[in-house]
């Protein structure tokens, strides 16, 4: 008896699981008589925020500290996500542009200097002209982490070699 019970447990168990599968249900964008509105879909309700918005919100608000952790992970997200057409050194001129892409903006140029840092972080995470937007493919941490290593790309242009001794005494 025990050993029948088992046996069917398992035919009992996925019939009810198929029902669940095929379960009456409304689509969101047809029409449906249950509301006044005459709409299957749904307001959000007042106040209702998704979940995991708050915290990216936070984190999307102000540049962290500039530590040499921060600009070694702006370094590895920018050669994994920019670099491709940015190139290496942010001179615009990566392997997909040279492919036949459109060049990007040098980071070096005045007005990229110039530039806030929200503006940047806005243009990564929207995109800009030819580039799309990065805001589902690189948190906001990262995106100020790419900032903060862009901005220390624009600074290594701008520094004379007398401005730093150790590397003016290793030249030959």
């Given at each position: 008896m025990t050993?029948?019970?088992l046996?069917?447990?398992p035919l009992a168990l996925s019939a009810c699981r198929l029902e669940m599968a095929q379960q009456r249900?409304?689509?969101t964008y047809v029409p449906s008589a249950i509301w006044p509105d005459g709409s299957a879909a749904r307001p959000l309700p007042v106040g209702v925020v998704a979940r995991g918005d708050l915290a990216r919100d936070a984190a999307a608000a102000e540049p962290p500290v500039a530590t040499p952790a921060l600009l070694a992970r702006g370094r590895e997200r920018f050669d994994i996500y920019c670099a491709p057409c940015h190139g290496p050194a942010g001179d615009g001129d990566g392997m997909i542009?040279?492919?036949g892409f459109p060049h990007?903006?040098?980071y070096h140029t005045a007005r990229l200097r110039a530039a806030p840092a929200p503006y940047i972080f806005d243009v990564i995470t929207k995109g800009y002209g030819v580039m799309y937007g990065y805001a589902a493919r690189v948190d906001p941490a990262d995106r100020?982490?790419?900032?903060?290593?862009?901005?220390?790309?624009q600074l290594s242009r701008q520094v004379a070699v007398?401005?730093?001794p150790?590397?003016?005494e290793r030249l030959p």
């Open positions: 050993r029948a019970a046996l069917l447990l249900k409304l689509d542009p040279r492919r990007p903006p040098s100020w982490a790419i900032i903060a290593y862009i901005r220390a790309l007398a401005a730093v150790d590397a003016r």
